[in-house]
């Protein structure tokens, strides 16, 4: 017997907020029955495990994320610019061995843009 990914959960002070964000980001589409309080980027049939959801906590982010997505572009400074225009903040960008961005989405969770 094993367990297999259903998707990944965030904390957040606004659901609806941030799913619609990561929805628009990954091209997908919130839920149906999406809340403040609950919500859900519906995931990609063709790749398991891709539900996102999100979950109000009362309380705000104080530190950095333990786990974070990394989404791979081929066209670098165009998702940098769509993601921000989008609400994200570009936190810092690395070329060394790779090239990648971290951003933070508008709840401040981070994520990296890499160059691919």
């Known amino acids: 017997m094993c367990s297999n990914v259903f998707g990944v959960s965030f904390d957040a002070h606004d659901a609806q907020a941030t799913a619609s964000f990561w929805a628009a980001a990954l091209g997908r589409t919130v839920a149906d029955g999406a809340s403040s309080g609950n919500a859900t980027v519906n995931a990609d049939p063709a790749i398991p495990g891709s539900r996102i959801g999100f979950h109000r906590v009362p309380e705000g982010k104080t530190v950095k994320n333990r786990m974070h997505l990394d989404l791979i572009t081929t066209d670098f400074d165009a998702e940098i610019d769509r993601l921000t225009g989008l609400g994200a903040t570009k936190l810092n960008e ?23």
Do not use: Q, S
């Open 94 to 116: 690395i070329k060394d061995g790779g090239h990648w961005a971290t951003l933070a989405d508008p709840e401040g969770n981070e994520f990296d843009v890499i160059d691919g």
